[in-house]
T-cell receptor
Framework: EAQVTQNPRYLITVTGKKLTVTCSQN?????MSWYRQDPGLGLRQIYY???????DKGDVPEGYKVSRKEKRNFPLILESPSPNQTSLYFC?????????FGPGTRLLVL | GDSVTQMEGPVTLSEEAFLTINCTYT??????LFWYVQYPGEGLQLLLK?????DKGSNKGFEATYRKETTSFHLEKGSVQVSDSAVYFC????????????FGRGTSLIVHP
């Protein structure tokens, strides 16, 4: 089954404790991206990647890092999380403009 | 820059009512236009899309027509069901491969039996 998977689905952490949210797709898509969804603000893109070792900032990259060492994986790294990064995060891969989203990771930073 | 404006929700309807969710956009050239749906507790999934002017996208009884002259892509359904309750996002991707799609803020639809 073609899908995008994310782990963990739910995460509670404390300020400053480094965390990684994994993302993997099995559709061989070159393009992948990360979004955060916040009430009243809709979906905002954090980072995107056009291929292995090619990444670029989206609209809200501050406080986040990404890497793309393999085509299928695109982890999101929060090196020092802060409470304003509490949000719902989605990974997506894309083909011909159509986005395929993962199920989401709900993050709470205390 | 590109932008997408959707009507604010929530939109509350009775089952079998007619649905319209308005979406207008600002973009250079001829973007591709999309509607995504997000059911409770899930990620977004593509509902329908149109890639050129006057194209009509359709899926699951939903329709939207790409109107270049009014820069609109309104979502319609003739008879909604309780299972259509979800958040609907209008989005565009500009030609030329910017790889940064632009999403509207989403419109929540609540359908009562």
């Amino acid at each position: 089954e073609a899908q995008v998977t994310q782990n963990p689905r739910y995460l509670i952490t404390v300020t400053g404790k480094k965390l990684t949210v994994t993302c993997s797709q099995n559709m061989n898509h070159e393009y992948m991206s990360w979004y955060r969804q916040d009430p009243g603000l809709g979906l905002r893109q954090i980072y995107y990647s056009m291929n292995v070792e090619v990444t670029d900032k989206g609209d809200v990259p501050e406080g986040y890092k990404v890497s793309r060492k393999e085509k299928r994986n695109f982890p999101l790294i929060l090196e020092s999380p802060s409470p304003n990064q509490t949000s719902l995060y989605f990974c997506a891969s894309s083909l011909w403009g159509t986005q395929y989203f993962g199920p989401g990771t709900r993050l709470l930073v205390l | 820059g590109d932008s997408v404006t959707q009507m604010e929700g929530p939109v509350t309807l009775s089952e079998e009512a007619f649905l319209t969710i308005n979406c207008t956009y600002t973009a250079t050239g001829y973007p591709s236009l999309f509607w995504y749906v997000q059911y409770p507790g899930e990620g977004l999934q593509l509902l329908l899309k149109a890639t050129k002017a006057d194209d009509k996208g359709s899926n699951k009884g939903f329709e939207a027509t790409y109107r270049k002259e009014t820069t609109s892509f309104h979502l319609e359904k003739g008879s909604v069901q309780v299972s259509d309750s979800a958040v609907y996002f209008c989005a565009l991707e500009s030609p030329g491969g910017s790889y940064i799609p632009t999403f509207g803020r989403g419109t929540s639809l609540i359908v009562h039996p």
